[in-house]
């Protein structure tokens, strides 16, 4: 069965950089959009990134282009999201996401792991 | 990237309907099919209820409906039930490739 595993949070000084890994089983990464998607502890839910299956496209909100960077590692079925220039505004429960029928449709989620940015 | 916009809370007793309704614009709910609802309930995962606007997922009830008209997409539950008390959120694809979420929707079941 699809398993999505996020790691890599923590607490973080502003200015700083984090690295999240979301290791994917189940199905190849290959084959699927892949996102992230954050909720702010108590509110509502935030899209962040999405890359393709290919790795030939990614998008961003603008609240974070430009600072963090989405990719995929096939060898390893595994996500990433770099995270530079971090701010206080980016503390949330970051949720990774694999598409479904289109790259548009997040079908799956994994549970999720926490990034404090807080000095 | 405005979110799309939802009732803050809806209640509704057992056994009743509920609509919650998701407003965005041409540049998003309007002019795209692209529109996902998902359930989510303290401290869990968000659950994906409904996709492309009608569509639901195998194994979710058929008691969940969505639709649109416009800019707005909506989502039913019919004969309401206790387990149904969560957060509702509405997503859509964007004109500027992107998605873009609604503020969430509390259900309460009277």
């Known amino acids: 069965q699809v398993q999505l595993v996020e790691s890599g949070g923590g607490v973080v000084q502003p200015g700083r950089s984090l690295r999240l890994s979301c290791a994917a089983s189940g199905f190849t990464l290959s084959t699927y959009g892949m996102h992230w998607v954050r909720q702010t502890p108590g509110k509502g839910l935030e899209w962040v990134a999405v890359t393709w299956y290919d790795g030939t496209k990614e998008y961003y909100a603008d609240s974070v282009k430009g600072r963090f960077t989405i990719s995929g590692d096939n060898s390893k079925n595994t996500l990433y999201l770099q995270m530079n220039s971090l701010r206080a505004e980016d503390t949330a429960l970051y949720y990774c996401?694999?598409?479904?029928?289109?790259?548009?449709?997040?079908?799956?989620w994994g549970q999720g792991t926490l990034v404090t940015v807080s000095s | 990237q405005s979110a799309l916009t939802q009732p803050a809370s809806v209640s509704g007793s057992p056994g009743q309907s509920i609509t919650i309704s998701c407003t965005g614009s041409s540049s998003d709910v309007g002019n795209y099919n692209y529109v996902s609802w998902y359930q989510q309930r303290p401290g869990k995962v968000p659950k994906l209820m409904i996709y492309d606007v009608t569509n639901r997922p195998s194994g979710i009830s058929n008691r969940f409906s969505g639709s649109k008209s416009g800019n707005t997409a909506s989502l039913t539950i019919s004969g309401l039930q206790a387990e149904d008390e969560a957060d509702y959120y509405c997503?859509?694809?964007?004109?500027?490739?992107?998605?873009?979420f609604g503020g969430g929707t509390k259900l309460t079941v009277l």
């Open positions: 997503t859509s694809y964007t004109s500027s490739n992107t998605l873009v």
């Open positions: 996401g694999r598409g479904g029928t289109h790259v548009w449709l997040i079908e799956y």
